[in-house]
């Protein structure tokens, strides 16, 4: 098991941008692709980006490609989320997640482990 915990969400206004950052312990954390994703109320969960173990594989929904970027830290257990020009429709809660099969996936199913989430508010 990995234990996720996510910090850096916020109130924000549109168009600023705003780091959300996710510490992983417990199971060997390089190994496992870890995603972002996101949920509003009332909605879905719903994907937001993930990252390979090596770092050099990303993919992201269509919703935030060319807004977000993930990255992740090996050597310090880290994944992070730089979300860009945030719009009133990114505010959700975010969480991390870990998939310990190595899979670039999109789909909830495939991640073991969650974070508790960071509620990011962007205001228009």
């Known amino acids: 098991q990995v234990q996720l915990v996510e910090s850096g969400g916020g109130l924000v206004q549109a168009g600023d941008s705003l780091g959300l950052s996710c510490a992983a312990n417990?199971?060997?954390?390089?190994?496992?692709?870890m995603g972002w994703f996101r949920q509003a109320p009332e909605k879905e969960r719903e994907f937001v980006a993930s990252i390979k173990p090596s770092g050099g594989t990303t993919r992201y929904a269509d919703s935030v490609k060319g807004r977000f970027i993930i990255s992740r830290d090996n050597t310090k257990n880290m994944v992070y989320l730089q979300m860009n020009s945030l719009k009133p429709e990114d505010t959700a809660v975010y969480y991390c997640a870990a998939d310990p099969s190595g899979r670039l996936s999109a789909n909830t199913i495939y991640y073991a482990d969650w974070g508790q989430g960071t509620q990011v508010t962007v205001s228009s």
């Open positions: 417990g199971r060997t954390f390089s190994p496992n692709t």
